[in-house]
């Protein structure tokens, strides 16, 4: 089961948008997909950049951080899996600019 978890909790740009957002993902998951894998249960943690929002601002490039518990079979598919929601949710949001994955880190998450 893929579940965001503090979601890009500190990228002060998407942070309006996205409980809305995510309790309207939550209600079209629940309907609409298919069942998750059993498996084991990750953190993943996706650290971004948004360097053409940057350049727009006249700044240098924060690094943001975006959370998900992810239920897969393996580590890999786990980040798999996490990139795509992350990429799900970047294509949702409001905002214009790229995002640019820097690093995914993965460990199995506590109980």
């Known amino acids: 089961m893929t579940t965001p978890n503090d979601v890009m909790d ?3 740009s998407t942070r309006r948008v996205l409980p809305d957002t995510l309790e309207r ?4 998951r629940t309907s609409q997909s298919a069942p998750a894998p059993r498996g084991t249960l990750y953190e993943v943690v996706i ?3 948004e360097p053409t929002f940057a350049e727009h601002a006249g700044q240098e490039a924060r ?9 897969a079979a393996d580590e890999d598919d786990a980040r798999v899996r996490a990139v795509a929601e992350f990429r799900r949710i970047q294509a949702s949001s409001s ?11 993965c460990r199995r998450a506590d109980p």
Do not use: L, N
């Not at 993902?25 to 079209?28: F, G, Q, S």
């Not at 690094?63 to 239920?71: A, C, L, P, V």
């Not at 905002?95 to 880190?105: A, H, L, M, S």
């Open 10 to 12: 500190d990228a002060p």
């Open 25 to 28: 993902e939550r209600a079209e």
């Open 47 to 49: 650290s971004y950049k």
């Open 63 to 71: 690094t943001f951080r975006g959370t998900f518990r992810i239920e």
């Open 95 to 105: 905002v214009g600019w790229p995002r640019e994955i820097v690093d995914v880190t």
